[in-house]
């Protein structure tokens, strides 16, 4: 435990504790290296390389909490470091409870899990007031923060190193810390209360939870379902289903694997690359939609929807937004106030758009249809030739073929040939 501490730094020595685990000092030989405190267990492989220290073939930061992003070392006068090894077998149950404080994990060549506690406190009474309670079994790692003054102003950050060999689950919960996950083969729970989730290159299912913070996954290999009442959602190459929900959030969302549901009340929605049925509905939010290999849902209730590339079908309801989409299957548009405008390479499939004050727009190179159309107080025109009388009609156009309803209560209806 030290107080505002220097570096020390040794140009050749090294110590080492290697009897039982003992508060020691282990420093670099090799080109210079500072002095790390900690403890050192038996059986540990330690080599010091360029002046870095690695323990178990894992580089070791010399920074403590500089290696977490909410807990910079300025903040606090006093830290502490600790380091535990464990041994875990395949299937573990790994939980970490932290009521303030970061949690790091992420896998490691070694074949025992290694716990780095890092504790900060503004005082040294501070810093003694709180402490990690592990509990160990021969299935299980729990670790959970606990103070014996809760008044004391300290927080601990956890470092968790686990063997990639072994599949877990994984139960992590901060309660105004990020949490960041990475490289492990595991069922992975997150949640955190005001701070930002971070996972990436996971094997399993994912669940992550925040209040007031953002999230980003990346390479998820299993089913993903996240959730945030006030906090973005950046997602990357999911492979599996997928939910997100963010109650005032935007979300930018690229490449999943199966069908994918996407919820904001006052974001916007970037989604594309989704290889199976994605359903997004925004409150008061705009949607930018492209390259859904089946069908595509959509509702607004104050947002444009921009959904281009839709292989299947489409629904599309907006309250008070425009809509503009390019669909190769059935396609059914309604807005109550905004336009519609639809592009299609011809008419292959069934068309049904209504609006009640906004324009409706169908861009095709061919249009063989059997058509009805109908405007209250607009005009309708066609670059395709067809009977019209006034603004209404009811006619094959062309060759025949899907049926086409086109109902505005007050806007233009136009056919406009690509």
């Known amino acids: 435990m030290f107080c505002n501490s220097k570096n020390i730094f040794l140009s050749i020595s090294l110590i080492l504790c290697l009897v039982n685990p003992t508060d020691c000092m282990n420093a670099s030989a090799v080109g210079g290296g500072r002095i790390r405190i900690g403890r050192v267990f038996e059986g ?23 290696i977490f992003g909410s807990s910079s070392q300025s903040s606090w006068n006093c830290k502490s470091e600790d ?16 009521s303030n404080g970061d949690i790091d994990v992420l896998s490691h060549d070694g074949t025992n899990a290694i716990l780095h ?18 509990i160990v079994t021969d299935k299980s790692l729990q670790i959970i923060t606990k103070y014996l003054n809760p008044a004391a102003k300290a927080l601990i950050n956890y470092q968790l190193l686990l063997p990639k060999i072994n599949k877990y689950s994984c139960n992590f919960k901060t309660s105004s810390g990020d949490t960041s996950i990475k490289e492990i083969d595991a069922e992975v729970n997150a949640t955190s209360m005001s701070g930002k989730i971070n996972v990436e290159k996971i094997i399993g299912t994912t669940q992550a939870k925040t209040s007031s913070g953002d999230m980003k996954f990346k390479t998820i ?25 963010s109650y005032s959030g935007d979300m930018d969302i690229d490449t999943v694997s199966q069908n994918t549901e996407a919820h904001t009340a006052s974001g916007t929605l970037d989604i594309k690359n989704i290889a199976a049925i994605l359903h ?14 089946s069908h595509f849902i959509g509702r607004s209730v104050s947002g444009r929807v921009k959904a281009g590339e839709i292989k299947g079908n489409s629904t599309i309801d907006t309250s008070s937004g425009d809509i503009i989409s390019d669909t190769e299957g059935e396609f059914k548009g309604n807005s109550s106030s905004g336009n519609i405008k ?21 861009c095709s190179g061919t249009f063989d249809a059997m058509l009805e159309a109908a405007t209250r107080s607009g005009d309708l025109s066609s670059d395709f030739a067809m009977p019209v009388r006034k603004n209404r009609i009811s ?24």
């Not at 011809?346 to 409706?360: F, L």
Request: glycine letters at 12%; zero cysteines.
């Open 44 to 66: 540990n492989n330690i080599t010091v390389t360029n002046g870095q220290t690695y323990i178990d073939g894992v580089l070791q930061n010399d920074g403590g909490a500089e």
């Open 83 to 98: 380091i535990k090894t464990y041994p875990l077998v395949n299937d573990s149950g790994i939980s970490i409870e932290n």
């Open 117 to 134: 506690i890092t504790k900060l406190g503004a005082t040294e009474g501070d810093l003694n007031n709180i402490y990690a309670d592990v």
């Open 221 to 245: 290999t299993g089913r993903l379902t996240a959730t945030t009442q006030s906090g973005s959602v950046e997602a990357k190459k999911i492979e599996g289903p997928a939910q997100f929900t």
């Open 280 to 293: 997004a509905v925004s409150t008061s939010g705009d949607m930018d939609i492209s390259n859904v290999a």
């Open 342 to 362: 639809l592009h299609k390479k011809n008419i292959n499939a069934p068309i049904t758009i209504a609006t009640s004050s906004g324009d409706i727009e169908i």
């Open 395 to 418: 006619a094959q156009v062309g060759n025949g073929g899907p049926r086409v309803s086109l109902r505005a209560a007050s806007g233009d209806i136009t056919l406009t040939q690509n």
